[in-house]
């Protein structure tokens, strides 16, 4: 079975501090993806990264940066975390993408973050 | 423009009871897929069924099927004889080739709820 763990189930950082959210993989998947969840807005894509050291900007990358130094891990940072940055946090993980439309997304349990 | 539109909010059913969820998206694209996810109040995002646009039938997995009309471009989900475990938040999602191939966008979600 896929499986995705992500460092945290629930965070409590202060305004300002710089904020690690990481994810790890253990399907060897090339595709991973941060996501946030927030209530009547769904899951909004922040960043993804197709390989190791490549990275792309999601719908909604302000405030927020990625690291991608192995295959198997992805890290989401905020740099100086903000209240509205107080969300669900969603790392996803896909196999590479082929010429089908499918291509199903495995998650990890979410991270809640709360920033005071 | 919404790509992905869920308009109830909130649904009730009584137990086992069939259930629709609504879906309608909107893609220039020939070529593109449908996903429906469950979250329920653990978190972790469980991947239910997949429709490609070129299927000609409409996917069903076990209980799941999904009501694929694509002239209407909906992709409403059925639960059939609904049971108290899928009382969960539903999310639709769609996934075009065009472009940022890799990227699912996500609709702001239904959260069901089966009435003993």
């Known amino acids: 079975d896929v499986k995705v763990t992500q460092s945290s189930r629930y965070l409590v950082k202060r305004t300002g501090e710089k904020v690690f959210l990481e994810c790890v993989q253990d399907?060897?998947?090339?595709?991973m993806f941060w996501y946030r969840q927030d209530p009547g807005l769904g899951l909004r894509l922040i960043y993804f990264?197709?390989?190791?050291?490549?990275?792309e900007k999601g719908d909604i990358p302000e405030g927020y940066s990625v690291s991608r130094e192995k295959k198997e891990r992805f890290s989401l940072i905020l740099e100086s975390a903000s209240t509205n940055q107080t969300s669900m946090y969603l790392c996803?993980?896909?196999?590479?993408?082929?010429?089908?439309?499918?291509?199903?997304?495995?998650f990890g349990p979410g991270t809640r973050l709360t920033v005071l | 423009a919404q790509k992905i539109t869920q308009t109830q909010p909130g649904m009730f059913v009584q137990e086992k009871e069939a259930v629709t969820l609504d879906c309608t998206y909107d893609?220039?694209?020939?070529?593109?897929?449908l996903f429906w996810y469950k979250q329920p109040s653990s978190g972790e995002m469980i991947f239910l069924i997949y429709q490609g646009s070129y299927d000609e039938q409409n996917a069903t997995e076990g209980r799941y099927s999904l009501n694929f009309q694509k002239a209407r471009k909906s992709a409403n989900l059925v639960i059939s004889a609904s049971q108290l475990g899928d009382s969960a938040m539903y999310f639709c999602a769609m996934r075009e080739l065009r472009g940022s191939a890799r990227q699912l966008t996500f609709g702001s979600g239904t959260q069901l709820t089966v009435l003993p």
């Open positions: 893609t220039s694209d020939q070529s593109y897929g």
């Open positions: 990264s197709y390989d190791v050291k490549m990275k």
């Open positions: 996803a993980s896909s196999s590479p993408d082929g010429r089908s439309s499918y291509n199903e997304q495995f």
């Open positions: 399907m060897d998947h090339e595709n």
